[in-house]
């Protein structure tokens, strides 16, 4: 029953993830259309930064409750120690989201960013290397069932490239950002090209993040041999 129950949560994390993180895409292609006000595009901005808190803390809780199934299969040692050091891991960058946006503007707010940069893409190389090391057959000494489970192995490495997904569509484009500093008198033609090159460009990245995602999906659920 407990098992059952994490599950669930499981499947909530993903449909916030998934669904908020469509709820951000969409709100792009409103944002760099240039026949809209200021005001208006603002306004949309701003909501979004809000909506996007909920794909984000998906993402990040599911390191304790991915922890607390993979732990419940045997594919992750089932202690104590592991599945509270990913809670604080997992509460902790949710901590640090939230304190990021109602900080936003001031100088901690700008640490903040850059720990989570670094948090980002240290976390994408463990899972990273992690996947291949299953899938290599190397056992890490802390993965005791999933030598028998490669798909928990491409899992992982899935899992990791998201990190990195996320880590450039965080630190390269922020027409969000842009589009809000310019003003309602600094839209120039130049500018207006500038936000429609990123916004475009990282409307691509989050359709990356979605295709890994589902692949995720996929394989938790069908865990292929």
């Known amino acids: 029953m407990e098992h059952l129950s994490w599950l669930y949560v499981h499947i909530l994390l993903f449909v916030f993830w998934l669904g908020g993180d469509v ?72 901590a640090l989201h939230l304190s990021a946006l109602f900080l936003k503007g001031t100088p901690l707010a700008a640490r903040l960013r850059r720990v989570n940069v670094v948090f980002e893409a240290a976390m994408g190389l463990v899972f990273v290397a992690a996947g291949v090391a299953v899938l290599a057959g190397v056992d890490p000494g802390w993965l005791p069932g999933a030598g028998e489970a490669p798909w928990f192995g491409l899992k992982l490495l899935l899992f990791g490239l998201i990190f990195w997904v996320v880590l450039g569509i965080d630190t390269r484009f922020q027409p969000f950002t842009m589009l809000l500093q310019a003003g309602p008198t600094g839209l120039t033609a130049e500018r207006e090209r500038t936000i429609t090159s990123m916004t475009n460009q990282t409307m691509a990245w989050a359709l990356l993040l979605y295709g890994l995602i589902l692949a995720i999906a996929f394989l938790g659920k069908v865990k292929p041999p």
């Open 23 to 94: 709820g951000v895409y969409l709100s792009m292609a409103f944002i760099k259309n240039p026949a809209l006000s200021f005001e208006t595009r603002a306004t949309i901005i701003r909501l979004a930064f809000y909506v996007d808190l909920f794909p984000r803390c998906a993402f990040a809780l599911m390191l304790p409750v991915g922890t607390q199934l993979a732990g419940d299969l045997g594919l992750l040692p089932a202690n104590a120690g592991l599945r509270a050091t990913s809670w604080l891991l997992g509460l902790g960058w949710c």
